[in-house]
């Protein structure tokens, strides 16, 4: 049996999430400068609430609160996917690798989520 993570930075869905954000960051630094206040501001945001949320609720006491947590971080990821499609139809950028990255991001997620729940 693996033995619980002692902090949010032991989760593997942490770990998957941060490097989401740090590849959207990558990935926005070449956005049109116009879009600065519009997409790539949206883009980050939400791509940095997935791991904030899950940190967030890590230390939460109770399953209904670290539930709550990670479902505003579900919430948030499929927010920013929506902003990579976007980004992709606009030609900003090819999005097919963050998509993919943010696919096993809502995978283990999703996984984790219910895990929680079921405690």
Same mark, same amino acid.
């Given at each position: 049996?693996?033995?619980p993570?002692?902090?949010?930075q032991?989760?593997i869905?942490?770990?998957k999430?941060?490097?989401?954000?740090?590849?959207?960051?990558?990935?926005?630094?070449?956005?049109?400068?116009?879009?600065?206040f519009?997409?790539?501001?949206?883009?980050?945001?939400?791509?940095?609430?997935?791991?904030a949320?899950?940190?967030?609720?890590?230390?939460?006491?109770?399953?209904?609160? %670290?539930?709550?947590?990670?479902?505003? =971080?579900?919430?948030? +990821? !499929? $927010?920013?996917?929506?902003? @990579?499609?976007?980004?992709?139809?606009? %030609?900003?950028?090819?999005?097919?690798? =963050?998509?993919?990255? +943010? !696919? $096993?991001?809502s995978?283990? @997620?999703?996984?984790?989520?219910?895990?929680?729940?079921?405690?």
């Amino acid at each position: 049996m693996i033995p619980p993570a002692k902090t949010f930075q032991n989760l593997i869905v942490w770990q998957k999430a941060h490097a989401l954000v740090l590849l959207i960051y990558s990935i926005t630094k070449k956005f049109p400068k116009s879009e600065l206040f519009g997409i790539t501001s949206q883009l980050q945001r939400s791509a940095v609430s997935i791991p904030a949320n899950i940190a967030e609720g890590f230390k939460k006491r109770t399953t209904a609160d %670290k539930a709550r947590y990670l479902n505003i =971080a579900q919430a948030s +990821l !499929e $927010e920013t996917r929506y902003y @990579l499609i976007l980004a992709n139809d606009l %030609k900003f950028c090819q999005t097919e690798n =963050a998509l993919d990255q +943010l !696919e $096993e991001v809502s995978k283990l @997620l999703e996984s984790y989520y219910q895990k929680v729940r079921s405690k």
